[in-house]
C-alpha cells in the first residue's frame, strides 16, 4: 500500500540539507568546551550553527540557547515565573502556567498585561494564528516557524521557543530565543554551557542539523511553497464540504496556518478516524501528538467552547510541502468514503 503522510504538525521529514550537515558534524572530534585545536573545531561548528540559526529567526546570536526541543525551552523560559495563559497552549507552556486566560469560539485568546502572559503563536491543532502584542513574556513559535513569516525582532515577545524537527530538522533538538541580559534561573547547572544557561556538552550534531533546516525552510517560504500547500488545504476542504455538507472545519474563515485542516463529524470519534484511514494508508491524528500516543477529547476545542461530543469528534490533517494534488484527492475519497458509511447508518 502507498502510504500517505498528512501529519506533518506532529512532525516533519528530515530535510536533505539537515541530514547531510548532521552527517558532517558527526565526523568532528572534540569538546566544544574543551581549549585544544580538536574542542576549537566541535566548538567552531556549534557558534556556525548559532550564527546561522539566528539569522532564520532574526535574533542575535547570544540570544540563542541550544535546548532537547520546545518543551525543555519551556520550561527554562517560565522556571521560578508566574505566568498566565489560556487553555489551547500546548501541555508543555499550559502545565507551567496559571490557566486564566479566555479563548474566544473564533479561536482569539483574550491577552491583558501581556507581561505576564504566554501565548502561542499558532495552533498545533487548529492552525489558528494569534495578533500577539508587544512584550509577550513567552510565545510558542513551534508550528509556525517556517510556514509564515516571522523574526523575534519584530515579533516583539520577550521569550520564543521552538522545537526543530517540526521544519525538516532532527527530533530531540530545540531552541529558547530571549535577549541576552535577560535575567534567567537555569534548570540544568553544571559546567556552564551555553552561557551559564544549560550546562551539560552540546549536541553538535542537533544544533547543526536544525540550523541547516531552518535556513532551508526559509527559502521553500520565500518561494511560495507554503502558498501552493494552502491551495491544496482549501482545495481539501472544498471537496469534502461538497461530498458531507454538515462538515464543520475549525478556525475557517481566520487567519490560520496554511496547512492545517481540522475536521469535525459529529458522530464519528476522532480516534476512530484515525484508525480507518490509517488502514486506507493516510496517516493523520486526532489532535496534538505529544501525548504519548494517548487521544483525549481536544482541551483546545472545550476551551473554544465546544462540547464534549463535538471536541471528541476532530480530526487533523496537516499538509506538508512535498503534499500532492493526487495525496489530497486520494485522501478526500477515502474520507468521503468512510463519512458517508456512517452518515448512511445513523440515518438508516
Excluded at 501529519?7 to 550537515?21: C, F, G, I, V, W
Excluded at 527554562?76 to 507551567?96: F, Y
Excluded at 525552510?217 to 464540504?241: F, K, T
Aim: overall charge negative.
Amino acid at each position: 500500500m502507498q502510504r500517505v503522510y498528512l501529519d506533518h504538525n506532529s512532525t516533519t521529514k528530515l530535510r536533505p540539507e539537515a541530514s547531510q550537515a548532521m552527517l558532517e558534524a558527526m565526523n568532528v572530534l572534540g569538546n566544544p568546551s574543551s581549549v585544544h585545536f580538536e574542542g576549537r573545531m566541535a566548538k567552531s561548528l556549534l557558534e556556525n550553527a548559532r550564527d546561522s540559526l539566528s539569522v532564520s529567526l532574526g535574533c542575535k546570536p547570544a540570544s540563542i540557547v541550544f535546548t532537547s526541543g520546545a518543551t525543555e525551552a519551556a520550561s527554562i523560559a517560565l522556571n521560578a515565573n508566574k505566568i498566565n495563559c489560556s487553555g489551547v497552549e500546548h501541555d508543555a507552556v499550559k502545565s507551567l502556567c496559571e490557566e486564566t486566560l479566555t479563548t474566544l469560539p473564533s479561536g482569539e485568546i483574550l491577552i491583558g498585561d501581556p507581561s505576564t502572559c504566554a501565548v502561542q503563536l499558532a495552533n498545533s491543532e487548529t492552525g489558528i494564528l494569534q495578533d500577539l502584542p508587544k512584550d509577550i513574556f513567552l510565545s510558542d513559535i513551534t508550528q509556525a516557524f517556517g510556514k509564515v513569516p516571522f523574526s523575534y525582532e519584530w515579533l516583539g515577545a520577550k521569550r520564543v521557543i521552538v522545537s526543530a524537527h517540526k521544519f525538516g530538522g532532527p527530533k530531540g533538538a530545540g531552541a529558547l530565543v530571549l535577549d541576552v541580559d535577560t535575567p534567567l534561573s537555569p534548570l540544568i547547572v553544571g559546567g556552564g554551557q551555553e552561557m551559564g544557561r544549560r550546562s551539560g556538552t552540546e549536541n553538535i550534531v542537533g544544533a547543526v542539523g536544525m540550523a541547516a533546516a531552518a535556513a532551508a525552510a526559509l527559502v521553500d517560504l520565500e518561494r511560495g511553497v507554503w502558498s501552493h500547500v494552502e491551495e491544496l488545504r482549501n482545495i481539501l476542504e472544498n471537496s469534502i464540504e461538497e461530498s458531507i455538507s454538515e462538515t464543520t472545519f475549525i478556525g475557517r474563515g481566520t487567519k490560520r496556518l496554511p496547512n492545517t485542516s481540522l475536521i469535525i463529524n459529529e458522530g464519528w470519534r476522532g480516534e476512530t478516524q484515525v484508525i480507518q484511514l490509517d488502514l486506507a494508508g493516510y496517516a493523520v491524528s486526532a489532535g496534538s501528538a505529544c501525548s504519548s500516543g494517548k487521544v483525549r477529547t481536544s482541551a483546545v476545542l472545550k476551551s473554544m467552547g465546544y462540547d464534549d461530543e463535538k471536541a471528541s469528534c476532530a480530526l487533523r490533517v496537516s499538509l506538508g510541502p512535498d503534499t500532492t494534488i493526487e495525496d489530497v484527492n486520494g485522501f478526500v475519497k477515502a474520507y468521503c468514503n468512510e463519512g458517508k458509511k456512517l452518515i448512511s447508518r445513523r440515518n438508516g
